[in-house]
């Protein structure tokens, strides 16, 4: 059993070796061939990921979003105090900032300008504002939505505020560009099969009379094939690096424009190259393709069984 299966990878090997080989024996086409592979791939790959920072953006700034409580000016001490209890004790809630109109006049003198403003005020403006932090756990718009609606219906609010419209727009927009990425992946994927499947035809004819040399003595169809299937994934992995290298150049391109535009907002994101779980994803994906292209051109052409 074990010299088996050591003769089984010592044939590995060996056609291993000698798609290296042919990959050496032209390096200039062969590296074209990648080149080609790895910009096709690179488009759905940029979509993936910008879909995927979308995502993790939008999370991000829905678990920051505020919900703020505006209360009534009749609200006495005690049903403020009765109010906040109830608020903390809701489902979904997660940190409560009591914010009391006193305090709320106390920040805004302190900025600039309008220290001198308020004086000509007869009287404090502002009401006592309850200022709720959704917990972890309420992340999706609908949830968020219904939190929104039970803080509302709370006595003694007299508004609340809590922007979802852009959320909406963004999970739209998100929704768009994965549905986007995995259709341009679909398409994509059928023409990197395609290329490597043209590609190794060219190599197979021009090799047809060295394998029908190695069937006359005796060569097994897996034998003639095997070098062919590696060449496949060769020519796969090879691109798939290659996109991996474009796709991140891209990324921290346009990482410091992404950078000052959300600081122009007062947010910070920082725009996230391919992980490593990503990138093992997008080469085991290569390979897949790089294997059936190669299938297909050895079974179209060298008629051999499947």
């Known amino acids: 059993m074990l010299a088996k299966m050591q003769t089984r990878m010592a044939y590995h090997v060996q056609a291993l070796i000698s798609s290296m080989k042919t990959l050496r024996a032209k390096p200039i086409a062969n590296l ?8 096709t791939l690179t488009l759905p790959a940029i979509f993936w990921l910008l879909a995927d920072n979308m995502q993790q953006m939008s999370s991000n700034w829905q678990q920051s979003g505020h919900i703020s409580l505006y209360l009534d000016a009749s609200t006495s001490p005690a049903e403020e105090s009765s109010l906040l209890a109830r608020v903390r004790d809701t489902a979904g809630v997660g940190e409560v900032k009591f914010i ?3 305090e709320g006049l106390a920040e ?5 300008g309008m220290h001198d403003i308020m004086q ?14 959704p917990a972890l756990n309420v992340s ?24 979802m419209q852009w959320i909406n727009r963004l999970n739209t927009l998100v929704h768009f560009v994965s549905t986007l990425a995995h259709v341009l992946m679909s398409l994509l994927a059928f023409a990197v099969v395609m290329i490597i499947m043209n590609t190794l035809r060219l190599a197979i004819q021009n090799r047809q009379e060295e394998m029908v040399v190695l069937k006359l003595i005796g060569a097994s169809n897996g034998y003639i094939t095997r070098p062919f299937l590696y060449l496949g ?5 090879g691109g798939a690096i290659l996109a991996i290298v474009l796709v991140n150049s891209i990324i921290l391109s346009f990482g410091f424009l992404v950078n000052q535009l959300a600081e122009a907002y007062e947010m910070h994101y920082r725009l996230q190259a391919l992980s490593m779980g990503q990138i093992l994803t997008v080469v085991l994906f290569a390979m897949v393709l790089g294997w059936l292209g190669a ?6 052409l060298c008629r051999l069984p499947w």
Do not use: W
Request: charged share 15%.
């Open 120 to 133: 000509y005020l007869p009287e404090n403006p502002l009401p006592t504002v309850i200022d709720v932090l």
């Open 233 to 237: 994934m060769c020519y796969a992995i």
């Open 108 to 112: 805004l003198q302190q900025q600039e």
């Open 32 to 39: 074209m061939t990648m080149m080609v592979i790895g910009i």
């Open 100 to 102: 009391s109109s006193a």
């Open 295 to 300: 299938r297909l051109s050895v079974r179209s």
């Open 140 to 163: 999706n718009p609908s949830q968020l939505e219904n939190l929104y609606q039970v803080l509302q219906a709370y006595p003694h609010v007299e508004q609340a505020k809590f922007d």
